[in-house]
């Protein structure tokens, strides 16, 4: 079982919807990412929150919102998105730069 | 900037034969490095790490790793392969003073019977 949690684990939306990623974690970790994987691509870094702050974006499409309600908790609202955005999106966690991260099981997003 | 490069997308081995996965990164401080492995349609799980302790690094599932400054390289290995080490496994490089992890490109491990 993995100790960081994303829900839904699948999702097909239309261009025109909005919807939401969560991921949660409970190991008292400080910083929380998202990355973005393509088919038979390494992940792709999107946003990091440390401390609940966003100290990284990417150059991330502003069709990608990211937010961090609590130290535990991490959002990705997806609006307007096009088909090129189909992709796993895995959430992380990590208490600083030497530890590694734990990564949940990701959302399959299909934008159709 | 730090980076890691992969060589050898695929690599094929028999059941029971050393697995070699080779990684070689580029960095002006000392590195973080990680291996991860990532199986279908699951996320990444750490295999082992890298942080300026011991250069040769145990891992689970009977991997090991040797960090090599001299050649900048992190290879993976492991002395016989099992069916159950199919899988996608990539190197990773922690970036100097920032919470970016910047992967390679992968090494897709196939075992044959």
């Known amino acids: 079982d993995t100790e960081v949690t994303q829900t839904p684990k699948h999702l097909v939306m239309g261009m025109t919807n909005k919807k939401s990623l969560k991921c949660e974690q409970h190991?008292?970790?400080?910083?929380m990412y998202w990355y973005k994987q393509k088919a038979k691509k390494p992940p792709e870094l999107m946003f990091v929150?440390?401390?609940?702050?966003?100290?990284i974006n990417e150059s991330v499409p502003s069709r990608f919102s990211p937010e961090c309600p609590n130290s535990s908790l991490l959002n990705l609202h997806l609006h307007a998105l096009q088909p090129e955005d189909s992709a796993l999106y895995l959430c992380?966690?990590?208490?600083?730069?030497?530890?590694?991260?734990?990564f949940g099981n990701g959302t399959r997003l299909t934008v159709t | 900037a730090q980076s890691v490069t992969q060589l050898g997308s695929h690599v094929s081995v028999s059941e029971g034969a050393l697995v070699l996965l080779r990684c070689n990164y580029s960095?002006?401080?000392?590195?973080?490095l990680f291996w991860y492995v990532q199986y279908p349609n699951q996320g990444l799980q750490l295999l082992l790490k890298?942080?300026?302790?011991?250069?040769l690094v145990k891992g689970i599932n009977g991997f090991e790793a040797e960090f090599k400054k001299s050649e900048t390289s992190f290879h993976l290995t492991k002395p016989s392969a099992h069916m159950s080490d199919a899988a996608e496994y990539f190197c990773?490089?922690?970036?100097?003073?920032?919470?970016?992890?910047?992967f390679g490109t992968g090494t897709r491990l196939q075992v044959f019977p």
């Open positions: 890298y942080t300026s302790a011991a250069t």
């Open positions: 929150y440390s401390y609940e702050k966003l100290s």
């Open positions: 960095s002006s401080v000392p590195p973080y």
């Open positions: 190991m008292g970790h400080r910083a």
């Open positions: 990773a490089v922690s970036v100097g003073g920032t919470d970016k992890l910047i």
């Open positions: 992380a966690s990590s208490q600083d730069r030497k530890t590694p991260l734990h």
